[in-house]
């Protein structure tokens, strides 16, 4: 059976709007899907099985699963599921990561987790504490009555109270007990993705992130992969961008002083790959920052 594919232009339909929320009072059991954003579901109450590919996994009360558009996933067994979830535009998500990407917690939540579901020894996950789950209850009810008031400035104050929510939840995966972390080698891989974000304007070749991390290149290679879901050049020609676009959205830089300060020799190289990676080039996303 082919995998549904859920549109961004169901979930969003303000053109405007990069965040929604969607409340599940009582989840049923859903088959397999992906779709085209991130989303944040908080496991309000109740409990059931959370299924990705050929994996399954008890969740309940406080459990959080960050999902992203890459990996399918739906619910099974339900006994009295009720969760609230967060869409997020995949571009809302950059831009609250270039506040966060030096921070290893970030990318364990963001970049690791949902490559850890494939494999079986997971056992750890992201709970929050009852305190902290109705601190995220009560920023999420907010965030959405922001979004209700429908203009720009409840667009900016629901984005406001989500990087909160954000914060809060990276904090709390920074400092879970031991027996719920995840295992050595992803806090390792998360504490290299943190140093390159720091470093990603240098001329870095994939011997010196093994190097780095403590690895042999082939080995490096192969793990970095498994973790992230793609080559480490991708990943690092991805961190230049992001560096790129927090320069042209904070300044009125030239492209070529951006390219410069990202790590690209060439600016009509950088503008190429920023227009593959985003869809725009420097200048039209420079301008579209300026209007916001």
Not at 6 to 18: H, I, M
Not at 49 to 60: C, S
Not at 170 to 189: N, T
């Amino acid at each position: 059976m082919p995998i549904r594919a859920l549109t961004r232009r169901q979930f969003f339909p303000d053109p405007r709007a990069r965040l929604a929320v969607s409340r599940q009072p009582v989840q049923h059991n859903v088959a397999q899907h992906r779709h085209e954003f991130f989303e944040i579901a908080v496991i309000l109450s109740g409990g059931g099985t959370h299924v990705t590919g050929k994996l399954r996994h008890p969740i309940g009360a406080g459990d959080v699963l960050v999902i992203n558009n890459r990996r399918a996933h739906g619910y099974a067994d339900e006994r009295g599921l009720n969760l609230v979830n967060l869409l997020i535009a995949g571009e809302l998500i950059n831009q609250i990561g270039r506040r966060l990407r030096e921070v290893p917690a970030f990318h364990a939540l963001f970049s690791l987790e949902p490559a850890r579901w494939r494999r079986k020894e997971y056992r750890g996950r992201l709970t929050l504490t009852l305190s902290q789950l109705g601190q995220v209850e009560e920023w999420v009810n907010r965030l959405e009555t922001e979004l209700r008031r429908g203009d720009a400035a409840g667009h900016l104050a629901a984005e406001a109270w989500l990087t909160l929510i954000i914060s809060l939840l990276v904090a709390r995966y920074d400092r879970q007990p031991r027996q719920a972390a995840p295992p050595d080698s992803d806090s390792a891989m998360s504490r290299l993705l943190g140093w390159l974000e720091k470093n990603c304007a240098a001329p870095l070749t994939v011997g010196d992130l093994a190097r780095q991390a403590g690895m042999s290149e082939r080995n490096f290679y192969r793990a970095f992969r498994a973790a992230v879901g793609q080559t480490p050049l991708a990943y690092l020609t991805e961190a230049r961008i992001r560096r790129a676009m927090d320069s042209l959205a904070r300044s009125d830089i030239r492209v070529s002083e951006a390219a410069a300060v990202s790590g690209f020799d060439d600016s009509n190289y950088f503008s190429r790959v920023f227009r593959q990676v985003t869809g725009q080039t420097p200048r039209q996303f420079a301008r579209h920052q300026a209007g916001r």
